[in-house]
């Protein structure tokens, strides 16, 4: 019989009937999509499909893929979320940004996501809650807000009035803080600022396996998020060329840099953003005196590299845990319940650490549910 894990986080979820682990699939623009984000909820984690650069046309059809995908009754909640860029919707204008929402909404996604916001765009999710309340259809829409600081988290919690935060530490791959600390001191700094009351934290950044997730649990996380592992998918868009360069990347093969952006000429990312990917000859082209570096010609490098899936020169976005992944599995496969579970409470009782106030022995691997409050852990 297949064994779940219960937190805080799963909690706010009852209507995903798959969910058996605290884990979320990141929303990864350019490399997932509704099939994913359905195998990724179907595996027993919770996927994401990324909004980012789609418009309302697209995102439509990924929705009603993803429904087909999961089986989902039309009407019923769809047991998966959407994820938003702050500053996209921004430059959209709040027409385009209503539109966008409204299909989300439409649609009765679980939640959704912010990620890369600005104070004043906390508007929109007291609109999800307007819309929510004014629905004839009991919704009630989780909003995930992505942090990178405390005071982020703060702004999240006391304006947004966030559902859950997403602690984003500098290991995660993809865009991120320029400026943010490390995960493990991210984490710990958010739970010193905001002890009591607090939202469910997912925790998010160069995560990798069960073991990891599990550490971050006994701290007091109520889940985390995983990006990189689900690139190396068969249901990743990612191309052959750019898994290939993942299998074969070890953990000293990545760097934060924001001329991956001025490469590809995506444009628009907030002041203080830059992005983690594998080191190549790309990133090889990017040293040296800014004046000696000649954009045009790497643009147009990048472009030739893309058509041809030459991996050396395009930009493949990847966390520090990818050094621990060494062969593409299936989205379901990865996440499977049963395997991430047992991976877990075997790090929880090899470890010698216990739960205080657990309901369920977690040593007891019969169990059918394991369920982890809010906990403080004491080691031997």
């Known amino acids: 019989m297949t064994k779940a894990i219960t937190t805080a986080f799963t909690r706010l979820l009852p209507k995903c009937t798959h969910l058996q682990v605290p884990i979320v699939g990141a929303p990864m623009a350019g490399a997932g999509g509704a099939k994913l984000a359905a195998e990724v909820t179907l595996g027993g984690a919770f996927g994401f499909i990324p909004a980012g650069y789609r418009d309302a046309h697209v995102l439509r059809t990924e929705l009603d893929t993803a429904r087909t995908l999961l089986n989902t009754p039309p009407n019923a909640t769809l047991p998966l979320g959407v994820a938003y860029f702050g500053w996209k919707l921004k430059e959209q204008g709040e027409a385009t940004t209503t539109e966008m929402l409204d299909v989300s909404l439409q649609h009765n ?39 990178s600081s405390v005071e982020q988290a703060l702004m999240a919690v006391n304006e947004w009035k966030a559902d859950v935060i997403v602690a984003q530490g500098s290991q995660a791959g993809g865009h991120g ?63 052959p060329g750019q898994k290939n360069a993942l299998v074969a990347a ?27 990917g594998l080191v190549n000859a790309l990133t090889n082209g990017f040293q040296g005196n800014a004046r000696e570096i000649n954009m045009d010609i790497l643009r147009e490098k990048v472009k030739e590299a893309t058509a041809k899936d030459d991996p050396e020169w395009m930009v493949t976005w990847a966390g520090l845990g990818v050094g621990d992944m060494n062969e593409i599995k299936g989205a379901q496969p990865v996440e499977r319940a ?16 216990w739960l205080e106030n657990v309901k369920e022995d977690v040593s007891d691997l019969s169990k059918t549910t394991v369920t982890l409050p809010r906990i403080k852990m004491r080691h031997n």
């Open 250 to 276: 070890k953990s000293n093969s990545t760097v934060r840099s924001v001329k991956f952006d001025e490469a590809r000429n995506t444009k628009g990312w907030p002041e203080g953003t830059d992005g983690r």
């Open 338 to 353: 049963t395997e991430t579970v047992s991976d877990i409470l075997k790090y929880l009782e090899v470890g010698s650490l």
């Open 177 to 239: 803080s320029a400026h943010g600390p490390p995960l493990q001191e991210l984490f710990a700094s958010i739970v010193d600022a905001i002890p009591e009351n607090r939202p469910p934290i997912l925790v998010a950044g160069g995560l990798s396996n069960g073991s990891q997730v599990a550490e971050y649990l006994a701290k007091g996380a109520d889940g985390a998020v995983l990006g990189t592992r689900f690139l190396l998918t068969p249901e990743s868009t990612y191309t």
């Open 109 to 147: 996604v679980q939640a959704i996501w912010f990620s890369f916001w600005s104070k004043d765009q906390s508007k929109w999710a007291r609109y999800i809650r307007e819309k929510d309340a004014a629905s004839t259809e009991e919704r009630s829409t989780v909003i995930f807000v992505l942090v």
